[in-house]
């Protein structure tokens, strides 16, 4: 019976679902939370830990490059040291064909490649912090309401050129729909890049940072700290787009995974 019990009571977890593919989620149970709060690691990047009931749980992302197979997790707790494995499956993502008007947004001159270069290292800073937080929220909501215009993971293909896959989720609406906080965190970075146009970055804790893209204003600054639901800014179509769209990325230890893990039911 209390197997049972435990089984029924899952689904009312705020967490995401779980995927173990590339650019999916994994969950490790850790042990008794009665204990200090232990130290995980996947490839050397840190993994968010946090207290679900009585015991720790780590929740990691997989990078979207990870090979199918077993996958070794790095746990410390105090003294004692252990090796977790995830056993990863293989997920094969459709292509997307798009078009872009401005040839620059494909094939940029050198001036605006060494910007694009530049704005990288920036980005990577701040989607690979790691801020110490006790609790970091699971229990996320979509940033905007509309249909989902593409999908994460998607091998895509821009002017008939090969290109990165899509590393978030979009989400089609119309200039000037309001883009929420999906869940509460602290603003880290507001900017504008040459591919992603209007950005903000939201850090959730322990690595788990939002990223929302071709905003067409931004309401809120650096430093700020929002609550869910929260008005971060409105749709936009500034950077490289096809028209109005909001383009979220999540990141957990460093590596992007697939929003919509968090926001359709388990």
Aim: with cysteine; net charge positive; aromatic share 6%.
């Amino acid at each position: 019976m209390p197997a049972l019990l435990a089984m029924v009571s899952l689904p009312l977890l705020a967490a995401p679902r779980e995927a173990l593919v590339p650019g999916g989620v994994g969950r490790l149970a850790l042990g008794p939370a009665s204990g200090p709060r232990p130290e995980v690691h996947l490839d050397g990047h840190p993994v968010l830990v946090r207290k679900e009931g009585e015991v720790w749980a780590a929740w990691v992302g997989l990078p979207l490059d990870l090979a199918p197979g077993p996958h070794p997790v790095e746990i410390h707790s105090g003294t004692h040291a252990d090796t977790r494995i995830l056993e990863i499956q293989p997920k094969t993502y459709p292509v997307q064909h798009l078009h872009v008007k401005n040839r620059h947004m494909v094939n940029p001159d050198p001036d605006e490649l060494a910007r694009i270069q530049r704005e990288a290292a920036t980005q990577n800073e701040v989607k690979t912090l790691f801020r110490q937080e006790s609790s970091p929220p699971l229990d996320f909501i979509a940033p905007a309401p509309g249909r989902r215009s593409s999908a994460f993971g998607l091998r895509r293909t821009f002017n008939g050129e090969p290109r990165a896959p899509h590393r978030g989720l979009d989400i089609a609406a119309g200039r000037g729909t309001p883009v929420v906080a999906p869940a509460g965190g602290i603003v880290t970075h507001v900017g504008t890049f040459f591919f992603n146009g209007n950005t903000v970055f939201v850090d959730h804790g322990q690595g788990l940072i939002s990223m929302f893209c071709h905003l067409d204003r931004v309401d809120i600054r650096a430093g700020q700290r929002v609550r869910q639901g929260e008005r971060l800014g409105s749709v936009g179509s500034t950077g490289r787009v096809t028209g109005p769209h909001l383009h979220w990325s999540l990141f957990m230890n460093g590596t992007p995974v697939d929003p919509a893990l968090f926001i359709d039911a388990r």
